[in-house]
């Protein structure tokens, strides 16, 4: 069998946690990366409304792949409580439960897509001519979404069973082959914002080829006596159940990154440059400080399904202080080089003239986001999405709150500061629920 059980021991310490988070920051910088290379390779052929066409329909394929990335976060929690319950049947149901609902979701948003895409445009503020190009983006990536959506419960199981080197393999060979076909159809055939687009298609079809044969060998493990309990109707009923939230949860997130967007549009085409270039760098913070978020995922799901509180609270104690430092050494990074990444990106003189008033957002970016995201792995871990869709909504409304108010007076700094003034609701009041998953531990325990 593909792992074991008993090789799973109470050691928690620095190794096992960076075992498990190091191949995720990799795996996961390559993302933000990518959109990095997007603006830039987009960036150098000097037209700021191709800039702004890029954010608008990355942040609205975006929005429908991570509607579902409850499939992940789901099939991590629930794998891993099975894991720490010695539940091995579990395991395998758990994987092919999320593959049976992935792929259904993502022929479901190629049924939806067009109506979204209307709605979507009919609703920006932003010039025609960057609805126009945006939209050939969108039309050209959807067409990935049964294949890119099927691949989120496979990597989510992997990081439950601690074989987050693989999941790296599987999303460095993605971003690779995007980054190289990215080039070669903008540079090389002309294709512009359409070349972006079938680059980043392609290389999702051929990921998801590639995480399926990673994950081939557990699948035929699977012992023919259990399909049957693939269907099984009180399991589907808890999958369901613990997904619903953590979609409310993700639709509230994803709400406010698009009116983001929509705020930014209306300040001109010139700030929604400078922002989809910002908000890369909160981006690879994002990816690059969940790993930490994972680590803390797994071992609070094992822990939790083991009933040992004592292991839980040092697993996140740890995480969350590795967390922080590397939220430090990434300010700094961006303290000393943000000229350097901003050049890099763009050669746009009206862009570049305005990046210079924006610059410092860059640098808090990192301190500010890593608690909520800690605070996430924790309860997708203990799967107690409940809490985690209340305090969604407590932080989404103050969010709106703040960015009618600042965007008034303050205009994009005052958008910017809601959006982080959100960050930090958001791990505020998951430490608030905290004290709820511990008491869950007790009482099971009894």
């Known amino acids: 069998m593909w792992f074991n059980l008993k090789e799973l021991k109470d050691i928690i310490n620095s190794k096992r946690v960076l075992k498990i988070a190091l191949p995720m920051m990799l795996s996961n910088i390559t993302v933000p990366l990518l959109g990095f290379v997007d603006t830039a390779v987009i960036g150098q052929l000097g037209d700021a409304k191709l800039i702004a066409a890029l954010g608008l329909g990355s942040i609205l394929i975006s929005t429908l792949y991570w509607l579902c990335g409850f499939l ?34 993502g022929f479901f948003i190629l049924v939806i897509a067009y109506p ?20 050939q983006y969108a039309e050209i990536r959807v067409l990935s979404a049964p294949f890119a959506i099927a691949t989120i419960p496979i990597v989510g199981w992997l990081i439950a069973l601690e074989k987050t080197l693989s999941v790296f393999y599987i999303q460095f060979f993605i971003n690779l082959l995007n980054i190289i076909l990215n080039l070669y159809f903008v540079f090389q055939l002309g294709m512009g914002i359409e070349g972006v687009a079938y680059a980043t298609l392609i290389s999702e079809i051929i990921g998801f080829s590639l995480a399926l044969f990673i994950s081939f060998k557990a699948l035929g493990d699977f012992p023919k006596q259990l399909r049957k309990k693939i269907f099984e109707k009180q399991q589907w009923k808890k999958l369901l159940s613990i997904n619903s939230n953590i979609f409310l949860r993700s639709l509230l997130l994803e709400l406010v990154f698009i009116s983001f967007f929509f705020w930014a549009s ?43 509180i004592v292991i839980l609270r040092r697993s996140i104690l740890l995480c969350a202080s590795l967390s922080a430092l590397t939220a430090v050494i990434f300010s700094v990074i961006f303290f000393i080089f943000v000229n350097s990444f901003i050049k890099f ?47 969604m909504i407590f932080s989404t409304i103050i969010y709106f709150i703040l960015a009618v108010f600042l965007t008034s007076i303050f205009q994009n700094i005052g958008l910017w500061s809601a959006l982080y003034i959100f960050l930090i609701i958001r791990a505020i009041a998951l430490i608030y629920y905290y004290p709820n998953i511990e008491r869950s531990v007790s009482s099971t325990k009894n």
């Open 72 to 105: 992940r976060m789901g099939t991590t929690g629930l794998t891993a409580q099975a894991i720490g319950s010695k539940q091995t049947d579990e395991v395998f149901l758990t994987l092919l439960r999320g593959l049976l609902l992935g792929v259904f979701l």
């Open 116 to 135: 979204i895409f209307f709605i979507f445009f009919l609703l920006s503020p932003a010039e025609v001519n960057v609805e126009t190009l945006a939209l």
């Open 266 to 308: 209306s300040f001109g085409t010139n700030i929604l440059a400078i922002n989809q270039i910002l908000i890369q760098f909160l981006h690879i913070c994002a990816y690059a400080l969940d790993g930490f978020a994972f680590s803390s995922e797994v071992l609070v799901g094992i822990y939790y399904g083991k009933k040992n």
């Open 345 to 391: 990106m763009t050669n746009a003189d009206e862009v570049l003239k305005i990046a210079k008033d924006f610059q410092f957002l860059i640098i808090l970016a990192p301190l500010i986001s890593f608690p909520a995201y800690i605070m996430d792995g924790v309860f997708f871990g203990s799967t107690h999405t409940y809490e985690m869709r209340k305090a």
